[in-house]
Structure formats: structure tokens, C-alpha cells
């Protein structure tokens, strides 16, 4: 699923092209994730791929699902909610700047 949720947001930025590694990559060269998130999510498909292609060898533990969660947290918080709140918080600088002092 997470892995799923990594190819919902480079769709969601306009990236359809390709397999989940390079829309990976084109989400890190378009500037919507820094470089520890591009290795996280990296790893995120590594393990999605296993789950993806029933590869069961080793079953993932709740120590390593709980790891998969917390990146996708970041990536999500990275692309989402950081840009948002910088956005508002900008707004609210603005708008301070446009009022007249007392």
C-alpha cells in the first residue's frame, strides 16, 4: 500500500510516465522531496516491490511496517502539509506587512 501511495503522488504532481523508480527520481528533480525522502522512498518500493510481486520469503515484522509508515509519513508531510503551512504562514506575514501600524 505504501508503495501505491508513493505513485499516487507523483501522479497527483503530474509524473505518469515511467516505472516507480524514475517517477521516484522525477519527484526528488522537480524539487518535491529532498534527497533523504528520495532514499526513503526508495526503500519504501523495495519493500512494496517484495509484497507487490509476492515475494514472502521474509515476512515484514511490525518494526519494519511501523519504519514504513513513519517514512510515508515524511514524504507525505514533505509534499503536502509543509508547503501548505509554509503557504499560510507566508499569508499570514503578508497580510501583517499590508496593515497600516498604529
Do not use: C, W
Not at 518535491?32 to 507487490?52: P, S, W, Y
Request: proline content about 5%; glycine content about 6%; charged content about 30%.
Amino acid at each position: 500500500m505504501a508503495r501505491s501511495v508513493i505513485e499516487a503522488v507523483a501522479k497527483d504532481h503530474g509524473i505518469h510516465k515511467g516505472p516507480l523508480v524514475a517517477k521516484i527520481d522525477a519527484l526528488s528533480a522537480a524539487n518535491l522531496i529532498k534527497d533523504f525522502t528520495k532514499d526513503t522512498a526508495h526503500v519504501i518500493r523495495a519493500f512494496g516491490n517484495d509484497m507487490a510481486h509476492g515475494d514472502f520469503g521474509v515476512p515484514l515484522d511490525k518494526e519494519d511496517a511501523e519504519g514504513v509508515l513513519d517514512f510515508m509519513d515524511l514524504l507525505l508531510r514533505e509534499v503536502y502539509q509543509d508547503p501548505a503551512k509554509l503557504k499560510a504562514l507566508k499569508s499570514k506575514a503578508d497580510a501583517r506587512k499590508a496593515t497600516p501600524a498604529p
